[in-house]
């Protein structure tokens, strides 16, 4: 049972932010555009999102984790932060309507703060022929790469990986990825909280004035990690029907789950007492969120947060329903075992977070 003081779940206002690569397609999405301007990001669970009702309503996401770390983040969610009072799941919706710079995040430790950053991409839309761009060419080098960083007109993209952008793919980018998101994609990112990123080359684009975003050369290629070649990852089907249930990805920092409901069905969201938050994001249709004795609706206008101290949760869908779920998983009981009882291999479903070189 959930504490009495146990919020219900939150429905998160998102954060919008303007890029110079962004778009409009996220109105596609439910997500509510000003009238002008390109919208790169929708951020749904970034610290300074706000609760938009209820009885949490005005209060930011960071201000609630700062006045109860453990009840709302659980102690699996504090292990991945490091013990700071952080949300541990950081999502996005994006729009690339431009390629993105190309870029690569720090991994633990690089500063006296840094958590890290790797993240995950689950594309929702991409253009005929649209790029993902991950990890260096086994053709090439860090000296060619950082040559090419150096003229700072894109060519550095001959030097990376290039992946097709596929609707329903999902790709992990380890911190010390060489990355980049080519033009013509959305996607659903799910990452670590430190969102510190080193620009190494930005296409030759200026804005208009004339002026470039700065680069970080020095630091990107020192956080560089060469060997990292990311591949898509196959989706495992847990032990629900195959129509619900598809594990996207799992790391130890977060796992990724796609849940396809027809109206009328439901299904258990309860994880072990107090141990994670969890994000539920539609991407088609509507459903309702139960929890702590509340009950919300789950729209492509916001994502809906579970705080780990909320007890039981199910999610049921009002109309056809696609959701994505996020939380901090425990490996072995919340993936490995589900999926064993599947036929999967324990290998496959714990392994899904693994790069491969």
Request: charged share 20%.
């Amino acid at each position: 049972m959930p504490s009495k003081d146990a919020l219900g779940p939150l429905v998160m206002e998102p954060r919008l932010v303007a890029k110079p690569w962004g778009g409009r397609r996220l109105a596609g999405y439910g997500i509510n555009l000003p009238a002008d301007g390109l919208v790169g990001e929708a951020l749904l669970t970034v610290g300074t999102a706000m609760v938009r009702d209820g009885p949490a309503a005005g209060r930011t996401l960071a201000e609630i984790v700062a006045a109860d770390p453990l009840g709302s983040i659980g102690r699996r969610g504090l292990d991945v932060v490091g013990g700071r009072p952080l949300f541990p799941l950081l999502i996005k919706l994006i729009d690339a309507t431009a390629n993105l710079s190309i870029q690569v995040h720090p991994g633990a430790g690089s500063t006296a703060d840094a958590l890290g950053k790797t993240e995950a991409w689950y594309i929702l839309a991409a253009e005929p022929g649209a790029l993902l761009y991950a990890g260096l060419r086994r053709d090439t080098d860090v000296e060619a790469f950082a040559t090419a960083c150096a003229r700072a007109d894109g060519e550095a993209a001959a030097h990376l990986r290039q992946i097709r952008a596929a609707p329903g793919s999902t790709l992990l980018i380890p911190a010390g990825t060489a990355h980049a998101i080519g033009a013509g994609v959305v996607l659903y990112e799910i990452q670590q909280p430190f969102d510190l990123t080193l620009r190494l080359d930005d296409w030759g684009r200026r804005d208009a004035s004339g002026a470039t975003r700065e680069l970080q050369l020095k630091e990107g290629l020192a956080a560089l990690t060469p060997e990292s070649r990311p591949e898509a990852i196959e989706a495992v089907v847990l032990d629900a029907p195959a129509r619900q249930c598809h594990l996207l990805i799992a790391f130890r920092f977060f796992a990724l789950e796609r849940i396809a409901l027809v109206e009328g069905e439901q299904v258990d969201l309860t994880v072990e007492k107090g141990i994670t938050p969890q994000v539920l994001t539609s991407i088609q249709g509507a459903g309702a969120v139960r929890a702590g004795g509340r009950e919300v609706a789950l729209r492509r206008d916001a994502a809906v947060v579970l705080l780990a101290g909320c007890g039981a949760a199910t999610l049921a869908a009002t109309e056809e329903l696609v959701a994505l779920r996020a939380w901090g998983p425990e490996l072995t009981t919340d993936i490995a075992v589900p999926a064993g009882r599947s036929g999967v291999k324990e290998a496959a479903a714990a392994g899904q977070g693994g790069a491969r070189t």
